[in-house]
């Protein structure tokens, strides 16, 4: 039976359809853009960190949303290429590294935002301090994920209940907060944001096909096909196509 760990998932391999299978749709990224407008801007940032920045999926949106310098810190060569290639902007920069060797000055950041990525880091505690170290005092850390039980309720569940084991194996916010307590990060916040996954089951079915989803990775390829089933199925009955929308957590820090 396969299970969660840090670097269970190749992202070498997923990079060649991440984007297509996680992008954005219009109202997700007003979401994400209000959340991290109401949080960021108010610092009046110069320069933001996307740590694991991935295919770019965040990084744009955080240089329009706060008119600032994005740094985006990526380990996998194919998902920073991707993000060169697919997600450029005149105030984004993409450079290699990796989350607990921030390749960084010491306090060069007013913010980072980690996204959909901290159960993927081995030694969060390092990270913390990495983070602590490389954000300056007052600054924020924004973590956004399934850290909360509320990840349990996620749509994609419904189809795939054997994913449910995969991302219970992901840290919560306590263990996540107890851990970056090492870089002087305080919690001061847990909220949640209401993401469109999908504008209809239809579209869902295209994108959970792609299996870029860490839970639908680390399933068995049977447990991962009878739920492909079950969402096509349900797709091809839907006569009136609606959003798919979930609650995802974003935990907030402060630099003390």
Same mark, same amino acid.
């Given at each position: 039976?396969?299970?969660?760990?840090?670097?269970?998932?190749?992202?070498?391999?997923?990079?060649?359809?991440?984007?297509?299978?996680?992008?954005?749709?219009?109202?997700?990224?007003?979401?994400?853009?209000?959340?991290?407008?109401?949080?960021?801007?108010?610092?009046?940032?110069?320069?933001?960190?996307?740590?694991?920045?991935?295919?770019?999926?965040?990084? @744009?949106?955080?240089?329009?949303?706060?008119?600032?310098?994005?740094?985006?810190?990526?380990?996998?060569?194919?998902?920073?290429?991707?993000?060169?290639?697919?997600?450029?902007? @005149?105030?984004?920069?993409?450079?290699?590294?990796?989350?607990?060797?921030? @390749?960084?000055?010491?306090?060069?950041?007013?913010?980072?935002?980690?996204?959909?990525?901290?159960?993927?880091?081995?030694?969060?505690?390092?990270?913390?301090?990495?983070?602590?170290?490389?954000?300056?005092?007052?600054?924020?850390?924004?973590?956004?994920?399934a850290y909360t039980e509320k990840r349990r309720e996620i749509s994609l569940f419904r189809y795939f209940p054997a994913a449910l084991r995969i991302v219970d194996a992901f840290p919560l916010e306590p263990e996540i907060s107890a851990e970056f307590a090492a870089g002087g990060l305080e919690h001061v916040a847990t909220e949640s944001v209401m993401h469109e996954s999908a504008p209809s089951l239809a579209v869902a079915a295209k994108r959970t096909a792609l299996r870029a989803d860490t839970t639908?990775?680390?399933?068995?390829?049977?447990?991962?096909?009878?739920?492909?089933?079950?969402?096509?199925?349900?797709?091809?009955?839907?006569?009136?196509?609606? @959003?798919?929308?979930?609650?995802?957590?974003?935990?907030?820090?402060?630099?003390?």
């Open positions: 039976m396969t299970s969660f760990r840090p670097g269970a998932v190749d992202y070498e391999v997923q990079a060649a359809h991440y984007a297509a299978a996680r992008s954005f749709t219009p109202s997700a990224e007003g979401a994400w853009g209000e959340a991290i407008t109401r949080w960021i801007a108010p610092l009046k940032p110069a320069l933001v960190l996307d740590l694991g920045s991935g295919t770019g999926r965040f990084t @744009p949106l955080l240089a329009e949303r706060l008119g600032c310098r994005v740094v985006g810190v990526e380990p996998s060569d194919g998902m920073r290429e991707g993000a060169i290639r697919e997600a450029a902007h @005149p105030r984004v920069e993409y450079v290699a590294g990796d989350a607990e060797d921030i @390749p960084l000055e010491d306090g060069l950041c007013d913010a980072a935002w980690l996204g959909y990525m901290i159960h993927h880091v081995p030694d969060r505690a390092r990270c913390g301090r990495e983070l602590g170290r490389v954000v300056r005092g007052g600054g924020l850390v924004l973590v956004a994920g639908l990775r680390l399933i068995t390829d049977r447990e991962f096909a009878e739920g492909q089933r079950k969402l096509e199925e349900a797709a091809a009955r839907e006569t009136e196509p609606r @959003p798919i929308v979930d609650s995802i957590d974003l935990l907030v820090y402060r630099r003390l």
